[in-house]
C-alpha cells in the first residue's frame, strides 16, 4: 500500500501505485457506506474545512458526507459571498483559515492553480475539488472507481471522451489518470471545444462522433457550460444534441457492453438522452455519484495518514 | 576629469570585433583608444583584461512615476541601471496616469532629472490615455523631448486611428513602436496556447496573434511610409514577415526582451506568476529562432522590457496576477547566457543592447568610438553567481524570473559621461 502525497492537487503528481492505493481502499469504503451503521473513527478529533469559491452542490456534499463518515468535525464555509468580496486576498483567506488548525482543507476555485497557490502557504492537507479549467481529481478517481468496478479492470480499456475538452477538468484529470493506466482514449467534441495543443495529447481525437465510439468500452460525457452554448462555441443547443448529444442511436456503435458515464449534473436533451441517462443497463451515473463518496473517503483517510505521519516525525524531532 | 582604463578587453558592436587595448575618457567623452599613454595627471584604472563595452541603452523601461512610484521611482530604477551596466534608461509611457500631453512629459522629466545616475530619456504615448482613439499632440512631444511613441502593450485596434497616427508621425519623422498583436485573439491570453496551456488549465494565445498584428502594423507602414519598430517578437513565424518587411525597404525594426530569448513556457511550471510576462513566454523552438534573430540581426533590439509589480500583484492566482519582470539589473547577466551557449558573441550582445538603439532613437551612446559619449559598462562575461532577488536587487520591485537562479556575467563598473556611477573596481 503506497500512497506518498501531502496534498491532492491533481493527478499529475499521482503514481499509478498511489491511484491504486485509493481505488483499493475505497472499495472497503463503499462497503462501509452500505451499512446502515456507516462510521468510522479514521478521522476522529480532525477537522475538515470546505472551502467553495464556486457554487457547488454535490461535490459539496459529497466531501462533507465523507469527512463526516469518518468521523471528522466538518465545517463548509460559503466563501463565495464572504470576505473575498470584501477584497481579501486568497493567500489571506489561506492564512486566516490555517491559523484555526484545520487538518484537511478542500477547496474548489474557478482560477486555474488556484488550490496550488492555497497549498503552498497552508500547514495541513488541501484536496483540490476543482481549480478553473486545471483538475479535478477526485472525480477522476471516483470515474476510475466506476469503471473498474463495471469493468472489472482498469487497463486496455477504449475510453470515449465526449464533449465540451477545452473547459473541462473533468476531462483533463481523467485523461491523466485513464492515460496512467494505459488505455487507449479518444476525445470526441466540436473542434471549438477542443483544447489547443490536443494532438500531442497522446489521444485519438475525433470530431465524428459515431466514428469515435466505434468499440469503445466507456463512454464519458462531458457536461455543456449555459454560457458556452449561443454561438459562441457551438452554432446551437439543437445543433449540438444532433451532432454531439448521446442516445441510443450513436451508442450502438460503442460495444455492446459499453457503459455511460456523466459527472453530472447533466443537460438532458443537450449532451445526454434523459432515457438513455435512466437506462440501468447501460449508464453507471447514480453509481458515480455512490463512488464519489466512497473515493474521498479513502483519499482524505490517506492524507490523513501522512499527515498524522508527517507531525509525528516532527514532533520526534527527525529532519526529513 | 580625464581617466585611462588599461587592459582591458574592448568590446566593439559597430566593427563587431573585440580587441586588447585600453580608453582614454576625457571631458565626459571618449578621448582615444588602442595603444594609449596616459597624459599627466590622468587616474588610471587597471580592466585586468575585463570586457569593456558601450553602456547598455534600455528601451522600454516602466518606471512607476507618475502613479505607481511605490513599483519603481526614478531613483531606484536608475540605482539598478547603473548595477546592471544600463547608462541609458528609455521609459514607457503606460503610467498612470498615460504620458500622452507635453505636461505629463515635462513633469516626468522634472521627476527624473538628478534623481539617476544613469541618463533617462522618455517616451510618449501614441493616442490620448492609451485608448487607441485620438492620437497625442505628437509635434509637442517632440518638442518637449520625447524620443518616440508608443501605447506599450494596449494596441490600437482601429486601423484607421493608427494609419492617422502613422502618417501624421512620418511627417514629423517620429519613431512609432507597436506592439505587435491582434487583439481578439489575444484577449485574455495568460501563456502561450498549446499542449501545457491546456493541461494547466490557461487561458492561451496562439503564436499566430503576433503574426496577424505585424502583418497588419506592416500594411500600414507600407502605406504610410512611417518609421516603425516593433517593440517585441517573439514567435519564429512572424521572422519571415519581418524578413520581408526589411527586404522591401520597409523603415522597421524589432526588438525582443531578454526573458524571451533566454527563458520558454515550461518555467512558468506550476503557476510561477513571476514568469507571467507580456506578450507570454514561448514554445523553445520559438526562444531558439528569436535568439538567433537576434544574432543574426534581423532582430536589431534587445531590452529588459523592465516591468517592476509589487509582491502583492503576483501572489495572486496566475490568470489574476500582474504581468512584466523586472530586468534593469538581470541584462546583461541573462544576456551572458546567450554568449556561454554559443548562440551570440558580445559584440553582437552590446550591438543589440547599445549601438542599435542608440541608432534609432539618435542617440550619441551605444558606440566605442573617439569622440561617443564615455556610457561605458565594465564586466567580467565569466563571474558566477546565484541571484538573491532580496538582497541584489536595487529596484523597489524585486519580481524577477531569475531568482535563485544560476548566472555568469557580472558588471565590474558603469560609467556615465566620463563618471563611475556603480563598482569598486580601482
Known amino acids: ?320 | 576629469m580625464t581617466v585611462l582604463l588599461t587592459n582591458a578587453r574592448l568590446i566593439d558592436p559597430e566593427t563587431l570585433t573585440e580587441a586588447p587595448g585600453s580608453l582614454l575618457i576625457d571631458g565626459g567623452v571618449i578621448a582615444a583608444m588602442g595603444e594609449v599613454t596616459a597624459p599627466s595627471g590622468a587616474q588610471i584604472l587597471d580592466c585586468h583584461g575585463r570586457c569593456l563595452a558601450p553602456g547598455i541603452i534600455d528601451l522600454g523601461v516602466k518606471v512607476g512615476e507618475p502613479g505607481e512610484r511605490h513599483k519603481e521611482s526614478f531613483r531606484s530604477a536608475g540605482l539598478a541601471a547603473a548595477a546592471g551596466g544600463v547608462t541609458t534608461i528609455i521609459t514607457r509611457p503606460d503610467t498612470a496616469p498615460a504620458i500622452d500631453s507635453p505636461e505629463t512629459l515635462e513633469f516626468v522629466m522634472r521627476r527624473a532629472a538628478g534623481a539617476s545616475p544613469v541618463n533617462i530619456r522618455h517616451m510618449a504615448a501614441l493616442t490620448k490615455g492609451r485608448e487607441g482613439r485620438e492620437m497625442t499632440e505628437i509635434g509637442f512631444l517632440l518638442d518637449a523631448g520625447a524620443v518616440a511613441f508608443t501605447d506599450c502593450d494596449h494596441v490600437v485596434a482601429d486601423t484607421k486611428v493608427l494609419s492617422r497616427c502613422l502618417t501624421y508621425a512620418r511627417s514629423l519623422g517620429a519613431l512609432v513602436i507597436g506592439h505587435p498583436q491582434d487583439a481578439g485573439l489575444s484577449k485574455g491570453a495568460a501563456v502561450t496556447s498549446g499542449k501545457f496551456a491546456s493541461l494547466r488549465g490557461l487561458p492561451g494565445v496562439s503564436p499566430m496573434a503576433e503574426r496577424m498584428g505585424f502583418d497588419r502594423d506592416m500594411a500600414l507602414v507600407e502605406m504610410t511610409g512611417a518609421r516603425y519598430h516593433a517593440d517585441q517578437i517573439t514567435c519564429a513565424r512572424t521572422l519571415p514577415a519581418l524578413e520581408r518587411a526589411k527586404a522591401n525597404g520597409l523603415d522597421v525594426t524589432a526588438g525582443v526582451s531578454i526573458h524571451h530569448v533566454t527563458l520558454n513556457e515550461f518555467d512558468v511550471g506550476d503557476y510561477r506568476t513571476f514568469f507571467k510576462l507580456t506578450p507570454p513566454l514561448r514554445a523553445e523552438e520559438d526562444r531558439v529562432a528569436v535568439a538567433q534573430a537576434l544574432a543574426s540581426g534581423l532582430i536589431d533590439i534587445l531590452c529588459s522590457m523592465h516591468t517592476p509589480q509589487d509582491e502583492e500583484s503576483k501572489r495572486l492566482p496566475y490568470e489574476e496576477a500582474a504581468a512584466g519582470a523586472v530586468a534593469l539589473q538581470t541584462l546583461l547577466p541573462a544576456a551572458m547566457r546567450l554568449y556561454h551557449d554559443g548562440t551570440m558573441t558580445l559584440p553582437e550582445l552590446f550591438r543589440a543592447m547599445s549601438l542599435n538603439p542608440a541608432k534609432r532613437l539618435g542617440l550619441a551612446g551605444g558606440r566605442l568610438a573617439v569622440g561617443a559619449p564615455a556610457d561605458l559598462v565594465l564586466f567580467d562575461p565569466d563571474a558566477p553567481f546565484v541571484l538573491d532577488r532580496f538582497t541584489m536587487l536595487a529596484s523597489k520591485s524585486k519580481n524577477t524570473p531569475f531568482d535563485g537562479a544560476k548566472m555568469e556575467g557580472k558588471v565590474l563598473a558603469t560609467f556615465v559621461g566620463g563618471a563611475q556611477v556603480y563598482g569598486q573596481e580601482g
Open chain 1, 1 to 320: 500500500m503506497t500512497f506518498r502525497a501531502r496534498h491532492l492537487l491533481g493527478i499529475e503528481h499521482l503514481a499509478p501505485d498511489e491511484i491504486r492505493t485509493v481505488l483499493d481502499l475505497a472499495d472497503t469504503y463503499v462497503d462501509l457506506n452500505r451499512r446502515t451503521i456507516k462510521r468510522t473513527d479514521a478521522l476522529a478529533g480532525m477537522t475538515q474545512i470546505n472551502m467553495f469559491f464556486e457554487a457547488s452542490t454535490r461535490t459539496q456534499a459529497s466531501f462533507e458526507l465523507a469527512g463526516k463518515r469518518l468521523g471528522a468535525d466538518v465545517m463548509n464555509m460559503a466563501v463565495a459571498h464572504s470576505s473575498v468580496k470584501k477584497g481579501e486576498t486568497l493567500i489571506d483567506t489561506a492564512l486566516t483559515l490555517n491559523a484555526m488548525h484545520p487538518d484537511l482543507l478542500v477547496v474548489r476555485h474557478p482560477s486555474s492553480g488556484a488550490v496550488n497557490l492555497l497549498a503552498s502557504k497552508v500547514n495541513c492537507a488541501v484536496l483540490n475539488a476543482g481549480d478553473g479549467k486545471h483538475e479535478h481529481p477526485t472525480q477522476a478517481l471516483l470515474d476510475a472507481l466506476t469503471i473498474r468496478r463495471a469493468k472489472g479492470r482498469l487497463q486496455r480499456l477504449v475510453v470515449a471522451i465526449c464533449g465540451d475538452i477545452a473547459h473541462s477538468r473533468v476531462a483533463r484529470s481523467n485523461l491523466l489518470l485513464l492515460g496512467k493506466m494505459e488505455n487507449r482514449i479518444r476525445l470526441i467534441g466540436p473542434p471549438t471545444l477542443m483544447p489547443a495543443g490536443v494532438n500531442e495529447f497522446g489521444c485519438e481525437v475525433y470530431d465524428d462522433m459515431r466514428a469515435g465510439l466505434e468499440g469503445a468500452d466507456v463512454v464519458m460525457m462531458l457536461r455543456l457550460q449555459k454560457e458556452r452554448m449561443d454561438g459562441g462555441f457551438i452554432p446551437s443547443e439543437r445543433e449540438y444534441y444532433h451532432r454531439y448529444g448521446l442516445d441510443a442511436e450513436k451508442l450502438a456503435f460503442a460495444k455492446p457492453d459499453a457503459i455511460v458515464m456523466h459527472p453530472g449534473p447533466m443537460n438532458r436533451g443537450v449532451e445526454i438522452d434523459g432515457e438513455l441517462a435512466d437506462d440501468i443497463n447501460r449508464s453507471v451515473i447514480q453509481e458515480q455519484v455512490e463512488m464519489g463518496v466512497a473515493v474521498r473517503m479513502a483519499a482524505m483517510d490517506l492524507l490523513a495518514r501522512n499527515l498524522k505521519a508527517e507531525r509525528g516525525r516532527m514532533a520526534a524531532g527527525v529532519v526529513v
